[in-house]
């Protein structure tokens, strides 16, 4: 059995100094495509499932589908993380179906599309750190509003985010009431704004720092350098995948992701999970694509299944190695999730902050 939880796993990448790609899933074949892409390097995952992937697959096909999956590959470490948990229920509907993590996101209100003020989301943050670290399962917060600087607003591509005009101040994440946000919640990771945003269409050109502020990364690692920063819409969109798409009659106007080297600077201030959703989609629709506009008879699924699975498994692969989680799984003992409630209880996985006289030295 090697179901981990996310704060083992995170402490074990910040010791070691690497990251870990967090892949959403909604189907057996993307499962199958990151657990081949772990057990061909060692690397350890981050399986997440949205709200909208339980209300596709099912809660009770998902769970057995992870189960599986832990079975089939008992020697790669799986955390399974649910993904922007919009309230109290949906964190706790989670754990109850074998997650061992949840990401209870209240930078947004329970609508997913309203942006909280900040007692709202330290409240119920808290709240769901309480019950999630009972059963020694972890917890990721998230601080500031997911966005586009360049458009000054969210994104609503998956039907998640925030809605209408947010400030430039509100879409970076302010480092000082990040230290408080982490003290007062005691949350194992802390997703931050700085200008990504989920979905293709994040950046009209090659990002700057005056689109992605990776500064605002760089001033949280330096005030909270013992707390795990998680980068949501970490996507690179790559320029080979989207010319894949478009020639077998695509039409996804030109866009940029977020570079790898953007990501592995990220990694080097304290990034330790890295979200992406997004090439893993396209990786496999380019290939359903090509496989549907080069083979006009083929009525088999699994002709457009294998190819697209095979697609997100190297793309999985090689994120795993930019990330320098290869060769990790190996190393890694999981802890009961009894034994990590215990180390709650007695206080050993407090966030550990510094005094402001040592931030400012
Ligand atoms: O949160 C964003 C992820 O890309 C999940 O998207 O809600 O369409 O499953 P989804
Ligand atoms: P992308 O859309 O960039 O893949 O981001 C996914 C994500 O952040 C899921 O939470
Ligand atoms: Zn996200």
């Known amino acids: 059995m090697a179901r981990i939880t996310l704060r083992q796993l995170l ?32 690397a350890p995952v981050i399986i997440q499932a949205s709200r909208g992937a339980r209300s596709y697959a099912g809660d009770i096909m998902l769970s057995y589908m992870i189960d599986a999956l832990e079975e089939m590959y008992p020697d790669i470490p799986l955390c399974m993380h649910q993904d922007h948990g919009n309230d109290e229920a949906t964190c706790a509907s989670a754990l109850a179906h074998g997650f061992t993590s949840v990401m209870m996101d209240g930078s947004l209100k329970a609508d997913a ?8 989301n330290v409240d119920i943050t808290r709240r769901v750190v309480d019950l999630a670290h009972w059963i020694g399962a972890s917890v990721e917060g998230e601080l500031g509003v997911l966005g586009s600087l360049e458009l ?39 997703a931050i704004a700085m200008g990504t945003s989920h979905g293709a269409y994040k950046f009209s050109r090659k990002p700057d720092g005056a689109i992605l502020a990776m500064r605002v990364v760089e001033e949280i690692h330096r005030r909270l350098p ?11 969109v790559p320029q080979p995948l989207q010319d894949v798409f478009n020639a077998f009659g695509g039409e996804m106007p030109q866009t940029w992701g977020v570079p790898v080297e953007e990501i592995v600077h990220g990694i080097r201030c304290g990034v330790r999970k890295v979200n992406i959703d997004t090439d893993c989609r396209l990786a496999m629709t380019a290939v359903f694509r090509r496989v549907a506009t080069q083979s006009r008879t083929e009525f088999d699924p699994r002709k457009f299944l294998k190819p ?4 997100m498994r190297d793309l999985c692969r ?39 006289a040592t931030i400012a030295a």
């Open 11 to 42: 402490d074990h990448a910040a010791e070691h100094a690497y990251a870990v790609p967090a892949f959403n899933i909604n189907n057996m074949e993307q499962g199958l495509a990151i657990m081949q892409a772990a057990a061909a390097v060692d």
């Open 113 to 120: 599309k309203t942006a909280a003020d900040y007692d709202y």
């Open 152 to 190: 000054g607003g969210g994104e609503q591509e998956d039907g998640h985010g925030v809605e209408g005009k947010v400030s430039h101040d509100q879409l970076l994440t302010d480092p000082g009431q990040a230290v408080d946000f982490v003290r007062a919640t005691r949350v194992d990771a802390l």
């Open 226 to 236: 013992n707390t795990h920063l998680v980068m949501h819409g970490s996507s690179s």
């Open 308 to 311: 697209a699975m095979d697609a």
């Open 318 to 356: 090689e994120r795993f190695e930019q990330f320098g989680g290869a060769g990790q799984a190996s190393r890694i003992k999981v802890t009961p999730m009894s034994e990590m409630a215990r180390r709650y209880r007695a206080g050993e996985l407090d966030p550990r902050i510094d005094s402001p």
